[in-house]
Each structure stands twice: as C-alpha cells, then as structure tokens.
C-alpha cells in the first residue's frame, strides 16, 4: 500500500495528520506549546490551562508535510509520521513515537528521543541529584524511603514529568501528564537516547519550544498552573521538630527565640499533637487548649502550622474515619473489603480525596479544625499514599460516581487531590492558603507548596539540596525547601550553620528534624551557633520585600524564585553544571560552603560585574574567583546596576507594622518594580495593591508610587549606597540626592 499523508483541522488549532490507518495530533496551545499524541492519556483526574493560540501556521504538503511555526521553527513529517522540529533549518527535537510492541518493555510505549553525547537534561522535580540528569535513570512513582537518597533512588516523594532539555544548541522543554508510572532512561544504557517509557501505552506530550529556559518554564508553567500567591509571612523562618509533645515545649521554643532575638513566623506541630495520630484532633492532654496557645503566639506574631496525615485511623469512634465507612469513600480491596495498611496510628485506612463529596467533607472538617483551634497552616504528609505494610497493591479501588480508578492510576496524583481538600480551607477568614506536602505531582503547586521530605543530617544532603530544590523550582515547584539542619540522622554544630547560610534565601524555610535525633534548633549548640543563625535570618528577613516580589511573578508569571545560573545565563555554558550555585531572581548569586571544615571555594560569577554583599568589592565576572569564607561568612554576590528592596530589624513579618522600606542600591544605575499589598489576605484580587517604580541614575534616587489601592503602612524611604544612608518622607514621588 503505498502510503499517503492526509491532514485536516478538527479545530482551528488542533491538526490531525493521517498516514493510512495512523494518525497524529498536534493541538498548538499558548506560549509555543504544542501538545502532541498518538494515544492520548486521562486528563480528568487533574487540571491543565490549555488556553488555545491562534496562530498562523502555513503548511506545504508533498512527500512531507512541513509546518511553520514562526520564530525559525518549523515541523517536517514524513509519510510514516515521523516527525522533527528544527529551528533555523537545522533539527534538534527528533523524537520517535514507538508503540508497545516496538518499545521493547511490556505495557509501556516509548518515546525515544536521539541525544548528543553532551546533552543537558533538567527538570523532573524532587529527584536527588545534580541538575543535569543525563546518564541516570528514573521513575515517576510517588515514594517514600526514608534512607534515601543518592543519584541511585530512581524514584522520591514527587512525579514531576517535565524536562527541559538543551541539545543540538537549542533548549526545549516537554512534559508528560499521564498520572500512570513513566521510567526515564536519560542515556544510560546508550548515552545517544533519551527514552521516557509511559505505562499503559500512552503517546502523549507537550513539547514547548519557547528559546529560553525562562520562558519555556514560564510557558509550561502557564498550562499546568502558576503556583498559589503565598503569604508574606510564609517567607519568614519556620521552627518545627518531630514532635514539640506538648504545650510546654511549644511555649518554649517561643521563648527560647524571643530570648535570643531569633526571628520567626510558624511554628510547626508534628504527629503528637494529634489525638492518637488521628487527623483533624487533639491529644487534650499534651494540648490542653491550642486556641489559648495559637492567641499567646499570636500576640508575638508567631503562628501555628499543624501536620496531617493521609492515612486515617481505622477506628469507629473515630468520626471521620466513620463517615467515610458509612460514604464507601474509602479504599477497597478487590473484594470489596476495605483496604487496610499501617501508618503512625496503626491499622490505617486511605479516602478517596478525588471524590468531590468525600473531598467537601474533608474541607468542612478542615474548617472547623482550623477555626476551632487557632490554626494558620496545614501540613500534609504520608500522601504518596504510604502504608508500612509495604506499597498499597495497584488494583486497589479508589472510583468514585462512575468513574472507576485503580491505585496503579490513582497514586501519583492521591496527595494533590488531598491537597485540595485544604488549600482554601483559610478563605473564609479572607486569608491565603497554607497548604504544603511531601507527595506531589506538576499540577500540585496551585494547591500546595511542598518541601522534599526525610534528608538526613549529612553534609552531602547539603550538597544535595540545592540541585534539588532548583530542579523543583524549574518544574513549577517554584516555592520549595528542604528541612534544614537534615531530618534524620544528628546534626553538628557546623553542619547546621553551613545549611543554613547555603539555603537561607531558599523559599521555603524550615528547621526541622526527626524522633530522637539531636535537637538543632538555632540555639541548641551554642552561643557562637546561635548568633551566626540569627545573623542568617536577620539578612533572610531583609531581603524578603525582594522575595515577595518573586513570590508574585511566580504565581502571575510562572517566574521562578531561585533558579540555577543558566537560566539567566542561557548562553553561557560554564552555568550548565553548576551545582553549588543558585541565583535568587535576576541580581542575587549564592555560592556557600557545602563542605565540612571547608573555608574557602571557587565561585563563578557570570559576566558582567558583582558585587560581594558583604564587602562591597567589586568583581569582574566571566570567571571563576577564589573567595575564602570563616565559619560566619558565605557568598553573596549583587548584580551591579540593580536594586534590591529590604526590610530591616524585623523578628516577624506583620506587614502591618512595617514603616520602613529600603532601598539597597547597587552600581550608577538601575530600576525596580515594587508591589506591595497586605501581605496575607485575597483583596489583591480585587485589585489591592501598590506598585512603585524605583530608579536611580546620576547620582539621584526616585521612587514613584504608580498604583495606589492598598493603604500602605510605609511611611520612611530609606536609601543606602556605597555605605552611605538616606533617608525620606514616604510620599506619592520621592527624590533622594545621593551625595
Ligand atoms: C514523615 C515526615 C516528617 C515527619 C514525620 C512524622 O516522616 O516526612 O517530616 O516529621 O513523618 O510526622
């Protein structure tokens, strides 16, 4: 049969082109994202934004089919439907759509993509290793192990199938939506491939050929959904252990910091608070009153973060765990039993959170919980979904309506959905969510920001860290940490100040630490150990205007927070493996010490001129410099000609009470835009908030307020250059001359 290719527009953006019985769809979405499949997975389980562009895209069929997608991208198909994009004239995405039977692995379809030698491959989220994954093989399948972790765990906490590769010279990205396993060969077994294997024969994928790292991460980003506008005060420091047991040892953790000047925002309850480890209840004997607790804190600004597991009690008495027996909301075994396994409260049973009445359930229950007992924030944990019996067999029956859902389909996509059962548990008090897990997949973060579960307190899961938590950034984990100090194991004294000056603009930080280990709060070693941390966290507190601002491009822009230096140095290939470095927006360059008894490394400082934070010694870029740092000192390099936004002297972030805005100003030149809102509530979606516009050039400074809907509590302007202090009047125009 001799084969010819036949296409038409089933919309006026989704193309199917046709070679004898095969056929291959192409929808063109916004952003230069293009979603490609042959055999299209379920998509009802979670959402995607799939805004449709309408672009102009001129097609020349013949032998092949070429089709034009401006910006010197064009896509040729053959008649056997194979196809490859190339840009400029020259290829660099070639993929081959290869069914089961030609994939070589039962019950998975390959999408094997040709590779040079020295491709890059990034993304997949909570993985722990370097930034560049290639050479290594993976799994998406939500895990939980504890001793983990090294480049040799194929699969964490997290399922984030997107990568972003950079090949042939050019960067693309790709993400893969199905909730169903996929394994990641990125050129282990034959460094020349890349082969993504997707159960259950699925050939389906967004390919975004945006041209930087920036604005295809933006792009995906923009159709698996912006990350939620966090809290100001969720910027702030966060204490927590497993377990503060009681009352006593919640009061005293607030002392111990009022006591030493430390400053803090949350502090986190784990497991003991709950009434034998039954969610959603209190242990009234270790917690006589947490309402009581969560006003005293309160009144110092502290407040109350409580954990909650996926997992519920097996037990009658027990209410929720009642209701969803009598609902049949919970997991059932083949037999139509209900599927019992073990977690911390024992005999444990796991709901169906994707059921919109069990899920509406949970909501009311969380309302209540958090309104009863003072609470600001919820944790969630255990939701890969994990049982100690081992892992949940796969065809255990989740469906809910008529939908039937098997746990094989169910689990990558079980902790989101509990997630949003409590992301907007706070709405009624006219406040931001606080919702953040361990298990997640890419659409997680409009529902909950996460951390990346049990590290332990070894310096090479210091070192770990930041690769980590960049690749989470760039696959839309955009808010993200680690615990501090590490979770198990002990931690020393050095190994808590280095993590701590290494991940201090990190967004999300927490000091936390398991059962029986070594307690590494700030003030637990000793005197020198408590004073460095609080100088860390003074400085954290001073840049958080600057974190703020990031915080609101990422959840309207799909901007990441921290990012690793290619991102904003694309060009620049010394930043394609740079592990130990990350930039914080576009003007802030870390580079600590992640080593112990180290006190010196080389950093590299991308072109242009820096400048150290700390000396203000200005230094040429393009090259590595070799910079000795004490046991107080790390690395931090300013961008020249920016601006950088500060608080000063803050030991909790109240925004109502700061009057003091700070402009840090470096190099002759430079503009920044400010925003500013109440920090807390939902009015800026009704448009409450300010937008200044800061510039200083020739020696003078100004600062313009162009948007004035939130009642701003500034009332100075305080300039610093070169060392130097101005100071002014908060008004709707204001001059500073910079003598
Ligand atoms: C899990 C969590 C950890 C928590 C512990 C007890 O291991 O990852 O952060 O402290 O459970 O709740």
Not at 489 to 506: G, H
Not at 619 to 641: C, P, Q, V
Request: hydrophobic content about 35%; overall charge negative; glycine content about 6%.
């Amino acid at each position: 049969m001799i084969k010819t290719l036949k296409s038409h527009f089933e919309t006026p953006s989704h193309l199917v082109v046709s070679s004898g019985r095969k056929k291959l769809h192409f929808v063109f979405l916004a952003n230069k994202c293009i979603h490609i499949y042959t055999k299209e997975c379920p998509k009802d389980l979670f959402e995607l934004d799939e805004a449709i562009e309408t672009m102009l895209i001129s097609i020349t069929n013949g032998e092949s089919m070429t089709l034009s997608l401006g910006d010197d991208v064009a896509c040729i198909i053959d008649k056997n439907l194979v196809f490859r994009f190339l840009r400029n004239g020259k290829e660099f995405f070639a993929p081959l759509l290869q069914e089961e039977s030609q994939s070589g692995k039962e019950g998975y379809s390959r999408i094997r993509i040709p590779i040079e030698e020295n491709a890059k491959i990034y993304g997949l989220g909570d993985k722990m290793a370097q930034l560049n994954k290639k050479g290594y093989v993976y799994r998406s399948w939500n895990t939980d192990d504890p001793s983990h972790q090294d480049e040799q765990f194929m699969s964490l906490y997290k399922s984030i199938n997107y990568l972003l590769l950079r090949d042939k010279g050019v960067f693309y990205g790709l993400y893969f939506p199905s909730t169903y396993r996929y394994e990641y060969d990125l050129g282990r077994f034959d460094s020349r491939h890349a082969d993504i294997y997707a159960e259950k024969g699925f050939l389906d994928f967004y390919f975004f050929y945006g041209e930087t790292p920036k604005s295809i991460t933006s792009s995906y980003s923009r159709l698996i959904g912006y990350p939620y506008f966090i809290r100001m005060k969720m910027l702030g420091n966060q204490q927590s252990r497993w377990s503060y047991e009681n009352e006593a040892m919640v009061k005293d953790v607030f002392k111990q910091y009022k006591k030493n000047r430390l400053p803090l925002d949350y502090i986190h309850m784990d497991i003991h608070y709950m009434d034998g480890y039954r969610d959603l209840t209190i242990d009234k004997t270790r917690f006589p009153n947490v309402k009581a607790l969560s006003t005293e804190l309160g009144k110092g600004d502290v407040e109350l973060v409580a954990i909650n597991d996926a997992g519920l009690k097996l037990d009658d008495q027990y209410e929720l765990c009642a209701t969803c027996q009598e609902k049949g909301w919970l997991a059932k075994n083949e037999d139509g039993s209900t599927y019992v396994g073990r977690v911390w409260p024992g005999d444990s049973v796991f709901p169906s959170y994707v059921n919109p009445e069990c899920r509406a359930y949970f909501h009311q229950k969380a309302i209540e919980f958090v309104t009863e007992n003072g609470i600001s924030g919820i944790w969630n944990d255990m939701n890969e979904p994990f049982s100690f019996t081992g892992e949940l067999p796969m065809n255990l029956d989740f469906s809910f309506g008529d939908r039937k859902l098997l746990h094989e389909e169910y689990h990558n996509v079980y902790g989101e959905t509990m997630c949003r059962c409590y992301t907007d548990v706070f709405e009624g008090f006219n406040r931001r969510p606080y919702c953040f897990t361990r298990a997640a997949m890419a659409t997680t973060p409009k529902y909950a920001f996460a951390w990346n579960g049990d590290n332990h307190s070894l310096w090479h899961h210091l070192v770990l860290s930041i690769p980590q938590i960049l690749s989470c950034s760039m696959s839309n984990l955009m808010f993200d940490g680690v615990d501090i100090g590490g979770f198990g194991s002990d931690c020393t004294k050095e190994l808590l100040i280095r993590w701590c000056e290494a991940n201090i603009l990190m967004p999300f930080f927490r000091n936390h630490s398991s059962l029986y280990t070594r307690s590494q709060e700030p003030y637990a070693f000793d005197q020198e150990c408590t004073d460095i941390y609080r100088e860390y966290l003074n400085l954290r507190y001073r840049f958080v205007p600057y974190l703020y601002d990031l915080a609101r491009k990422m959840a309207t822009r799909g901007e990441t927070i921290v990012r690793p230096l290619f991102f904003n140095y694309p060009d620049d290939e010394k930043t394609y493996e740079i592990n130990d470095e990350y930039m914080v927006g576009d003007d802030v360059l870390m580079a600590p010490i992640l080593g112990q008894g180290q006190v010196a490394r080389a950093v590299y400082l991308p072109r242009g001129v820096w400048i150290d934070y700390f000396t203000n010694e200005r230094i040429e870029g393009g090259r590595f410099i070799l910079k000795e740092m004490a046991l107080d000192e790390t690395g931090i390099y300013i961008r020249e000609n920016s601006i950088i936004p500060e608080f000063h002297d803050l030991l909790h972030l109240n925004k109502k009470k700061i009057t003091d805005i700070v402009f840090h100003l470096y190099g002759e030149e430079g503009t920044y835009e400010l925003y500013e809102d109440d920090g807390n509530s939902l009015n800026y979606k009704k448009g409450e908030y300010n937008l200044y516009r800061a510039c200083f050039k020739d020696g003078v400074f100004t600062l313009e307020c162009k948007r004035n809907r939130y009642r701003s509590p500034y009332q100075r302007v305080i300039v610093i250059k070169d060392g130097c202090t101005y100071e002014a009047k908060m008004e709707a125009k204001v001059e500073v001359k910079l003598s």
